[in-house]
C-alpha cells in the first residue's frame, strides 16, 4: 500500500484572542479520504481550529495547506472546505430542499444539475419523504441529516463536523455514528469532526488528535492513543485507567506502600522523581498465576453489572482510589466473586505504562 | 378580563363610537350639530380636494416610514453587531430624544432648518456665500421631522430579531459560498421582517394622522390629514365632518395593522425557530 496522500497540513498554527491563546502552534496531517478527531475538554482550542479551518477565524500565526495551497486567509466562501454546525445552522425559512440547494445556487450551477444533485443527495440521507418540510417541522434526527446533507452536495475537499451528535439521544447516537462512517465511506470525503467524546472519537476516527490547552499532546490512531497514551493526561481522558502513584525506579514504580509496580520506564524519567503506573481494567485479571509481575490484593466493594461484562470497585493498598477491574461473564461465571470478598488480582508488566506525576 | 373589557369599553369604544354616531349629523348653521341623519360628510371625504389631503398624507407618511425603516434597520443592525455589553448603552442613546418632549424635539428642528439656521451657519463656515436654502416650511421639513420623531421605534422594533437570530445562520450561508451581500439578503433580511413591519407600520401610524410636525415643519399652509380634523373641530367648527375624517382615518389605520398582523402570522413560525438556533 502507498504512503497515503496528505490533504490538509496545519503547520505552526496559533490563535490568540486578545492575551488569551485558544490554539498554540499546532501541527497536524490530514490525509486524504480519512475520518479525523479532534479530541480534548471544553476549552482545549477544538473548536477554534476547526474555526479556522472553516475559515470564520484567522490564524494569528502559522499557515493552513490545502492541496499544498495556503487558505488561512481564504474567506469561508472561497475554500472547497464545509462545516456542518452543532446547532445545524438550518435556514428556517426555507424548505429541507431549499436549505440543500442553497450551495449549489451559490456555485451559479444550471437548476437541472442542481436538482439531480440534491435529488442524490436526498435518496442518500433518506429524506427524500421530507424535501417540503421545513426545518421545524423535523425531529432533531432529521435536522441532522438535512445539516449532512447541505454539507454534502457540495462536495468539498473536506468536511468539518462540529459535535454533530451533541444535540441527539445516546440511543440514537450510536446509530449515527456508524451512519456517518458508512456516509464517509460511500461519499469518499474527508471528514474532520470535533468532539468533547472520547468514546465517539474511537468508534469513528481513522485517526486522532488529543488537545489540551491549545496544544497538540497526541495524534495518532484510536488504538495507538488508547494503549499507548502519550502521557498522563491522555491516559486519563481515554477510556478508564487505574493509577498507581509513586516514585520512578530502574524498572518500575514503587508506590506509596512500597510495592513494586513492574513496567517499562520511559528514558525522560530519573530514578526517584514521582511518576504514576498506570493499567487498563481490562487488563487486570482476579486469582493470577504465581507468574504474574504485579500482584495485590483487594477487598471488592461494589460490582455492576453491565450484560458482556462485569465491572468491579476493588479497594486495594496500592492507590488512594478503589481500582476498576472489569471481568468477562464468562469469567465471573467460573469462578463468582460478591461484595465484601477479598481478591487477588494481579497484571503483566507489559501493560503498564509509566507516566512523569 | 373583565376588567379590561370595562377599561377598553369606558376608554376606546364608547369615545369612538360617540364619534361615529356623530359622523352621521348635519352640521347647525352656527356651528353646532343639527340632528338629523345624512351620509353627506363621507361623501365629502371623498371629495377630490380632501382626497387628494388623504393621498398627500400617505405619500409623506411612506416617505418618512421608508427613511425611518432604512435608517432604523442600519442602526439596529450596527447596535446588534456590538460586543454584547456594549448594546444595551447604544440602545439607550438611541432611545434617549424619545424621552424628550415631542414639541421640544420638533422646534428643535426649526432652529436646525432655519433660514439664518444652523445648517445655514455651517454651510457659511465652509466658505459658502449663496442665498440661505430654503428648507423650513418644506414637504422635506416634515418628513425628517417625521423620521426623527418615530425613529427610535424602529430602531427598538428592528434590534429585537436582530439580536436575536442565530449568528451560525450567517455563518452557515458564507460557509455555503453566499457573499456577505447574499447572505444578508436571503438569510438575515427574510428572518428579521417582521420587526421590520412592526416598526414601519407604527411609523406609518403615527404619521400619516400627525399634526404637530406639519403644522410647526410645515408652514401654516402645509395639511396632513391630522391638520384637517384639527381644523374642523376647532377653526371651522364642523363636528360631523370632522369625525367623518376622523373615521376615515381610524379605517386606514386599521386596515394598515390587519395586514401587518396577518404577515407576521404567517412569519411567526420561521422567527421563533430561527431564535432558537440550537436543540441543546
Redesign the interface.
Known amino acids: 500500500m502507498s504512503e497515503p496522500r496528505t490533504l490538509l497540513a496545519i503547520d505552526q498554527v496559533s490563535k490568540n484572542f486578545g492575551r488569551v491563546t485558544a490554539v498554540d502552534a499546532i501541527s497536524l496531517d490530514i490525509r486524504e479520504n480519512e475520518f479525523f478527531a479532534l479530541l480534548g475538554p471544553s476549552g482545549c482550542g477544538k473548536t477554534t481550529l476547526l474555526r479556522m479551518l472553516a475559515g470564520f477565524e484567522t490564524p494569528t500565526d502559522g499557515r493552513i495547506l490545502l492541496d499544498g495551497k495556503d487558505i488561512a486567509r481564504t474567506p469561508p466562501n472561497k475554500r472547497p472546505v464545509n462545516l456542518m454546525f452543532q446547532s445545524y445552522a438550518l435556514f428556517p425559512h426555507m424548505s429541507v430542499r431549499a436549505n440543500v440547494s442553497y450551495g449549489l445556487e451559490m456555485e451559479r450551477l444550471p437548476a437541472k444539475e442542481i436538482r439531480s444533485r440534491v435529488d442524490a443527495i436526498l435518496a442518500t440521507t433518506e429524506l427524500v419523504a421530507f424535501a417540503d418540510r421545513k426545518p421545524e417541522q423535523l425531529s432533531g434526527g432529521q435536522k441532522q441529516r438535512v445539516a449532512l446533507a447541505r454539507a454534502l452536495v457540495k462536495r468539498p475537499r473536506l468536511l468539518l463536523l462540529d459535535e454533530p451528535l451533541g444535540a441527539l439521544d445516546k440511543k440514537l447516537r450510536g446509530a449515527m455514528q456508524l451512519e456517518l462512517k458508512r456516509l464517509q465511506h460511500e461519499v469518499g470525503i474527508t471528514f474532520v469532526i470535533v468532539t468533547h467524546d472520547q468514546e465517539e472519537s474511537l468508534v469513528m476516527a481513522d485517526r486522532m488528535a488529543v488537545l489540551k490547552d491549545g496544544r497538540l499532546l497526541q495524534c495518532d490512531t484510536p488504538h495507538a492513543v488508547y494503549e499507548h497514551p502519550a502521557d498522563r493526561f491522555v491516559a486519563d481522558f481515554i477510556g478508564v485507567m487505574n493509577f498507581i502513584p509513586g516514585k520512578a525506579s530502574a524498572d518500575g514504580v514503587m508506590a506509596a506502600n512500597g510495592a513494586r509496580i513492574a513496567g517499562k520506564v520511559p528514558a525522560a524519567l530519573t530514578s526517584g522523581a514521582p511518576a504514576v503506573a498506570s493499567v487498563r481494567p481490562e487488563r487486570i485479571r482476579l486469582f493470577p498465576s504465581d507468574e504474574t509481575a504485579n500482584r495485590t490484593t483487594g477487598m471488592v466493594e461494589a460490582l455492576a453489572y453491565q450484560g458482556l461484562d462485569l465491572q468491579l470497585h476493588i479497594r486495594t493498598p496500592l492507590s488512594p482510589k478503589p481500582f476498576l477491574v472489569r471481568v468477562t461473564a464468562d469469567a465471573a461465571d467460573r469462578r463468582p466473586v460478591a461484595s465484601g470478598d477479598q481478591v487477588e488480582l494481579g497484571w503483566d508488566a507489559a501493560d503498564v505504562r509509566i507516566f512523569a506525576d | 378580563m373583565a376588567p379590561a373589557l370595562v377599561w377598553l369599553t369606558a376608554l376606546m369604544v364608547v369615545p369612538c363610537a360617540l364619534v361615529l354616531a356623530l359622523a352621521f349629523f348635519r352640521r347647525g348653521i352656527y356651528g353646532g350639530i343639527d340632528y338629523t341623519f345624512t351620509l353627506e360628510n363621507f361623501g365629502l371625504v371623498f371629495d377630490p380636494l380632501y382626497a387628494g389631503i388623504f393621498l398627500k398624507s400617505a405619500r409623506i407618511a411612506g416617505t418618512a416610514t421608508l427613511f425611518a425603516v432604512v435608517i432604523g434597520y442600519a442602526a439596529a443592525y450596527a447596535i446588534a453587531a456590538a460586543p454584547r455589553r456594549w448594546q444595551p448603552i447604544f440602545l439607550f442613546f438611541a432611545v434617549l430624544p424619545f424621552w424628550s418632549n415631542y414639541l421640544i424635539r420638533t422646534y428643535a428642528w426649526i432652529v436646525l432648518l432655519n433660514r439664518e439656521g444652523l445648517i445655514t451657519q455651517l454651510l457659511r463656515w465652509f466658505g459658502y456665500t449663496g442665498e440661505p436654502p430654503s428648507m423650513l416650511y418644506t414637504e422635506g421639513a416634515v418628513i425628517a421631522g417625521l423620521v426623527y420623531n418615530y425613529l427610535p421605534f424602529v430602531i427598538l422594533a428592528c434590534y429585537a430579531p436582530l439580536s436575536r437570530l442565530?449568528p451560525?445562520?450567517a455563518?452557515?450561508?458564507?460557509?455555503?459560498?453566499?457573499?456577505a451581500a447574499?447572505t444578508f439578503r436571503?438569510?438575515i433580511l427574510?428572518?428579521t421582517v417582521p420587526g421590520i413591519a412592526a416598526g414601519a407600520v407604527f411609523v406609518f401610524v403615527l404619521s400619516i394622522g400627525n399634526f404637530v410636525t406639519p403644522a410647526l415643519l410645515g408652514g401654516g399652509r402645509f395639511q396632513m390629514i391630522g391638520n384637517l380634523v384639527y381644523d374642523q373641530f376647532l377653526t371651522a367648527n364642523d363636528w360631523p365632518f370632522g369625525a367623518a375624517l376622523a373615521m376615515a382615518l381610524i379605517a386606514i389605520t386599521l386596515l394598515v395593522l390587519m395586514a401587518q398582523a396577518m404577515a407576521a402570522n404567517r412569519a411567526s413560525?420561521?422567527?421563533?425557530?430561527?431564535n432558537g438556533?440550537?436543540?441543546?
Not at chain 2, 455563518?171 to 457573499?179: I, K, N, P, Q
Open positions: 442565530n451560525e445562520l455563518e452557515a450561508s458564507r460557509d455555503l459560498g453566499a457573499s447574499t436571503r438569510v427574510p428572518l413560525g420561521r422567527v421563533t425557530e430561527a438556533g440550537a436543540d441543546g
